[in-house]
Structures are given as C-alpha cells and as structure tokens.
C-alpha cells in the first residue's frame, strides 16, 4: 500500500474549512497523475480523526463536484466537527473541568477563519478587548500543542468587549459556520465513523444530529459510539477498526452493512455529552 499525507491545511493553516476538501483531492490528483508512482488506477481510502477527521469527511462531501476522477474505496473518520455553531457556542463559553480545554479550539478558529475570510478579520478587531487581542497575536506563529496550552480555559467570551456577544449569532460568522459545516453533500462512498460517548472537545451532542441526517437521506454509513470518555482516548481506540475496515476495502472486500449505533448514555447537559 502507498500512504499519502496530505498538507490539509496549506500555507494559511485554514482549519476546519471546505478548503481542506479540495486540498485533499488536489493531493490525491497529483498522486495518481504522477506517473513514476504506477497509483493512477489504484483505489484510495480515506482516514482522520478529529483535525483530520474534519478533512477527511470534507473530502467525502466535496469528491463529487470538486474531483470525481479521484477513486475513493470508502472513508473512516472519528471525531469529526460538524455544525459548526454548535461548536463555536460551545467552546466559547467557561466549561468545568476537563472540559474547559476545548477553549482553545475557539481561538484557533478565530484565527484560520479570519485567514480564510479575510473580511472577518476586521470584525475580530473590533470585538475583542486588547488583552484578547494579545492573545490573538500570540497564537498566529505557534503550533497547535503549544497553541492548546495558551488557550484551554480561556474562554473568547472572557475577552470580548461585550462578553454577552454571541459570535456565532453575527451575521459575517453565521455565513461563515454555514457554509463550512459539515452535511451540504452525501457522500457517495462507504463511511465508517466513530464518536466517543463523552468527548471534551466535541460533544456527541454535537455530531449526533448530522449523524442522523446523514442516515435519513441515505448514507452509505456505518456509525457506532465508542463505550469509553475522552477525545485521545477515543482516537487510540477507533483507530483499531478504522485500520481494519480500510485494509479490508482496500484489498476489495465489501465494506459490511451499514448500522447506526449510537447512544448517549449520559444525562443532558453533562459538559462534554
């Protein structure tokens, strides 16, 4: 088997966007048009989790419109951000515990959105106070560990001129978390995806509701909730089956019925549920 990692974010680092899509296929259509590689006719599969995971489900979506001479056997994915409002309000906010982490999560989109919207960018400036704006600043040049560090349990509220502001009720970013979230395409490949039942960093609350539409508009998918807490936890434990089902497609073996197994087994409103 060839492997190819792809560059998904670019040079921008435009994270969680359709652009990761495109980049991805874009990687993938020189992969198989190199011809010193012999992969032009070679059947491709997709894997990510989280970051990638949001890569990854992108592509699925985009294969159709943006690159259907790409080959793809079928995707597996965990952990993957969908509505994307639902996300911002959640990680903007004071969270208890563990699951205050997910702060960080917010200033990293505020940064990769602005660059992917440069329009944004002007509206950020006027909303943040000028300690938030120091941060903003801090973060532009840092990889993403150091990066978590600075930002978990720091909620964007907290340094907004007005801290009742909701920005994902802004017009410029309701637009923006739209059109980037996940669900505008059914995927036509088999879909293996995987979510924790307690995720600090994504709820399930989250995902759950693109699960199911994906479902109802008929999805070639196969969807189960992994009975253990916590967002690395859950990468180390998906990645198991994700292996095998892709190895499995890739040597042409079907890739299984599709199913829906999920659940939420802890009580509403529980911080990363």
């Known amino acids: 088997m060839a492997i190819n990692i792809p560059d998904y974010d670019g040079k921008a680092v435009t994270w969680i966007t359709n652009a990761e899509g495109t980049m991805v296929l874009d990687s993938l259509r020189a992969m198989k048009n190199d011809t010193a590689l012999g992969l032009a006719d070679s059947g491709i599969a997709l ?77 950020v400036e006027e909303l943040l106070t000028p300690e938030g704006h120091q941060i903003l600043a801090d973060i532009q040049h840092r990889c993403y560990a150091t990066l978590a560090l600075t930002g978990a349990c720091r909620p964007i509220n907290a340094y907004l001129k007005d801290p009742d502001t909701k920005l994902e009720a802004l017009p410029e970013f309701a637009n923006v978390l739209a059109d980037n979230s996940i669900g505008h395409h059914i995927p036509d490949i088999p879909l293996l995806w995987w979510h924790g039942m307690w995720d600090e960093l994504i709820p399930p609350s989250i995902i759950l509701p693109t ?63």
């Not at 951000?81 to 515990?97: D, H, K, Q, V």
């Not at 989109?109 to 919207?117: D, H, T």
Request: aromatic content about 12%.
């Open 47 to 123: 894997y990510g989790y989280s970051g990638g995971g949001s890569a990854t489900i992108h592509t699925a979506e985009l294969r159709q419109t943006y690159a259907p001479d790409v080959r793809l056997l079928g995707a597996a994915f965990g952990a993957a951000p969908t509505n994307l409002t639902a996300l911002l309000n959640y990680a903007t906010s004071p969270e208890p515990g563990l699951t205050g982490t997910v702060n960080f999560g917010a200033w990293i989109g505020l940064v990769m959105w602005s660059r992917a919207y440069p329009e944004l960018a002007h509206r």
């Open 211 to 273: 699960v199911d539409d994906y479902w109802n508009r008929g999805a070639n998918l196969r969807f189960y909730t992994v009975p253990a807490p916590e967002h690395i936890v859950n990468a180390v434990l998906g990645w198991i089956l994700a292996t095998a089902w892709t190895s499995a497609i890739l040597r042409g073996l079907p890739p299984g019925p599709t199913f829906k197994a999920d659940y939420q087994p802890l009580p509403p409103g529980f911080p990363g549920a």
